[in-house]
C-alpha cells in the first residue's frame, strides 16, 4: 500500500482561502473513507472531515460552514476547500484511508 499524500498546505492571512489534496492509491481510496484530520502545536490530533466512498460528507462544528470535503474517484484524490479562515485553523493537516492509512502532513499557517 501506498500511503496517502497531502499537498497545498502553506502561509493565508485571516479570511483568506486554500485547498488541500490527498493523492492515494486505487486500493486505498477505493474502499475507504477518507479524512483529514489536525494537530495544532501543544494540543491533541483532531478529526476535522470526512467523505465515506458513497459520497457523504461529515464536518467538526469548529469547520462546518466554512470546510468543504470532496473526492475525485477519477484521480484517487480527495479535498479539503478551506475559506474564511482564521488562526486556529493553524495546525499540520493529515489526510488519512480508513483508521490505517496516514499521510506525512502539511503544514496551515494562518497569520498577518
Known amino acids: 500500500q501506498v500511503q496517502p499524500v497531502e499537498s497545498g498546505g502553506g502561509l493565508v492571512q485571516p479570511g483568506g482561502s486554500l485547498r488541500l489534496s490527498c493523492a492515494a492509491s486505487g486500493s486505498i481510496f477505493s474502499f475507504n473513507t477518507m479524512g483529514w484530520h489536525r494537530q495544532a502545536p501543544g494540543k491533541q490530533r483532531e478529526w476535522v472531515a470526512s467523505?465515506?466512498?458513497?459520497?457523504?460528507?461529515n464536518y467538526a462544528d469548529s469547520v462546518k460552514g466554512r470546510f468543504t470535503i470532496s473526492r475525485d474517484n477519477a484521480k484517487n484524490t480527495v479535498y479539503l476547500q478551506m475559506n474564511s479562515l482564521k488562526p486556529e485553523d493553524t495546525a499540520v493537516y493529515y489526510c488519512n484511508g480508513g483508521p490505517l492509512y496516514w499521510g506525512q502532513g502539511t503544514q496551515v499557517t494562518v497569520s498577518s
Open positions: 467523505i465515506t466512498i458513497g459520497g457523504i460528507t
